[in-house]
């Protein structure tokens, strides 16, 4: 319809170009291209009532965006180009491990989401709820597993990718598992219990020759790639320090996240890893020395088996400073602040799944200046696996590898062990951020 109704352009414009063509024509000029003729040919349908398509530039490759007849002025904010959606039969398959909070709620939404991405197997313990969920889905019966024929997956072709979104005591066996049913892995943070458990399960996947993607995705999201890219270009001169909070309330005393073999611990892993990740992935350099409290509320029952409050310093070699703090037990909240040499950038609800705000200051004469920078939002879940599967259609390593999560748990590893003991503790065997970080997303 669309090419008998106008023929495509032949040659990428730019907006500007694109503009200029059809100011042009419309003026009454009949230009070289197929454009210029039918907005002529059909007065670009102003006076008669009739659908038709307006020019577009419409490119044969899928992966490039159709560019539409612009209509706003530089005035105001442009529209991001059009999505590039692959088509289904094109996209990696991925199989959901866990239908829990996590998965129900932002994963199998954030599927239908995806360009490069396509949800083709469910593995849950409960048979009515993985049921319901494929009906929801559109998922055959033969691509449901139990957690006891888990491995059985090795033989569906239509899965690529297994995600594994369990608790994080089960993370290590599922990812082993799966990475020797011949599949890339897709692992929710934190990656494990212990770094020990994160060496095994990168082992397991390299010997299986399958990718391994920790599911770390802020590094997939505008506002806080923003910031990075400011620290980057020094807008604000050198980062001097960092003050990043992440916390919640919890009331389930059942959850598994209150239990220590399933959790790993309590506040660091699930939420203040958020401020520990994101602070390295902006300043873009790994700690050298951290120096950690801990408190948990004296016969709250919550706090039995892991810790409520971890507040803790890391010192990067440049000289910045991070002052970060989690709890358990408090009202959300969720922000971090880069304070540099001539002005500061700040996020709030930073690691949220949605509502980031970026404000930055600075001072401009007799003025200070406090700016937000409006940023379009996009999907963190879709976003991070559409990368993942770029990753597997073009043999690349993910931005966020296994060795990511190992990092984490290694410093965590050296705060729990400071708060423990009342003095810095150095970190060792800690690799440079550039020997192992696979390919900047295309975003
Ligand atoms: P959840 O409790 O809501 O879901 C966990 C799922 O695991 C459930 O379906 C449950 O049935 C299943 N399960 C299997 N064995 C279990 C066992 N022994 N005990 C308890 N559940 C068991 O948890 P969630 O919030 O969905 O978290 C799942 C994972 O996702 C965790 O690793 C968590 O850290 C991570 N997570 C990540 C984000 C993010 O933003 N990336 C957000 C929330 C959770």
Known sequence: ?????????????????????????????????????????????????????????????????????????????????TPTPLPPSRRIGYAVVGLGHLALEEILPALSNCKKSKLTALV???PEKLKKVAAQYGIAPENC??????????????????????????????????????????????????AAECRD??????????????????????????????????????????????????????????????????????????????????????PVEVFAYQYSTPGNPLFKE?????????????????????????????RYRVNCKTGWMNIDQAYAYKGQKLTTSKADGLMKRTEEIGLAENNQFAAEMDHFSDCILNNKKPFTPGEEGLQDHIIMEAIYQSAREGKPVKINGIAATNTWKGQEPEM
């Open 1 to 81: 319809m669309e090419s008998s109704d106008h023929p495509p352009v032949k040659s990428r414009l730019s907006r500007k170009e694109f503009l200029n063509l059809t100011g042009k024509s419309l003026a009454g000029a009949a230009g070289t291209f197929a454009l210029g003729a039918v907005i002529s040919n059909n007065a670009y349908g102003q006076d008669r009532k009739v659908a038709l398509s307006p020019p577009a530039e419409i490119p044969a490759d899928v992966e490039e965006p159709i560019v539409l007849e612009p209509w706003k002025s530089d005035a105001d904010q442009q529209s991001a180009p």
């Open 124 to 126: 849950s313990g409960s």
């Open 145 to 194: 597993y139990s957690y006891q024929t888990y491995d059985q997956i090795k033989n569906n072709k239509e899965v690529d990718v297994i995600y594994i979104v369990l608790p994080n005591g089960l993370h290590k066996e599922y990812v082993i598992r799966g990475a020797q049913a011949g599949k890339h892995i897709l692992c929710e943070k934190p990656m494990a219990n212990t």
């Open 201 to 286: 399960m990168l082992s397991a996947c390299s010997k299986a020759g399958v990718k391994l993607m920790v599911a770390y995705r802020i590094h997939y999201q505008p506002h806080n790639r923003k910031l990075r890219e400011m620290i980057q270009k020094k807008e604000f001169g050198v980062a001097k320090f960092v003050e990043a909070h992440n916390s919640q309330s919890t009331a389930n005393v059942n959850h598994w996240r209150h239990k220590k073999a399933l959790a790993g611990g309590g506040a660091l892993p699930d939420i203040g890893l958020y401020c520990l990740n994101t602070t390295r992935f902006v300043l873009g350099e790994e």
């Open 306 to 334: 892991i810790e409520e409050l971890v507040s803790w310093q890391m010192r990067f070699p440049s000289g910045v400073i991070a002052n970060c703090a989690t709890d358990y037990d408090v009202h959300e909240s969720r």
